[in-house]
Nanobody, 126 residues
């Protein structure tokens, strides 16, 4: 049974930082691309960042480029999202997702990912 468990969310002031973690079990973590998505109230789920199964390629939404960093530790079966210079518009529930190999339709669409975590709330106050 595949499980993805996010942690690290919380309340932070604008300009602050948070580090999200996504602990995976029940899958061959090193064979899966990992993605982070977010969903604000009344909005669609949107792509934030992704990392290839090898860790050699990373992808970012324009809105977070230069502020967020995705990484992975295959020994710990964990993916991370380091979020710096946070803005109020970053407020959302953040989800991690996994897809075996290379997502056939690209890294940006949530439809490409087979497994999802339950989400962790990030709130940035102004």
């Amino acid at each position: 049974q595949v499980q993805l468990v996010e942690s690290g969310g919380g309340l932070v002031q604008a300009g602050g930082s948070l580090r999200l973690s996504c602990a995976a079990s029940g899958l061959t973590f090193s064979s899966h691309a990992m993605g982070w998505f977010r969903q604000a109230p009344g909005m669609e789920r949107e792509f934030v960042a992704a990392i290839s199964w090898s860790g050699g390629s990373t992808y970012y939404a324009d809105s977070v480029k230069g502020r967020f960093t995705i990484s992975r530790d295959d020994a710990q079966n964990t993916a991370y999202l380091q979020m710096d210079s946070l803005k109020p518009e970053d407020t959302a529930v953040y989800y991690c997702a996994a897809d075996f190999g290379v997502p056939s339709g690209g890294y940006y669409s949530p439809n490409e990912y087979d497994y999802w975590g339950q989400g962790t709330q990030v709130t940035v106050s102004s």
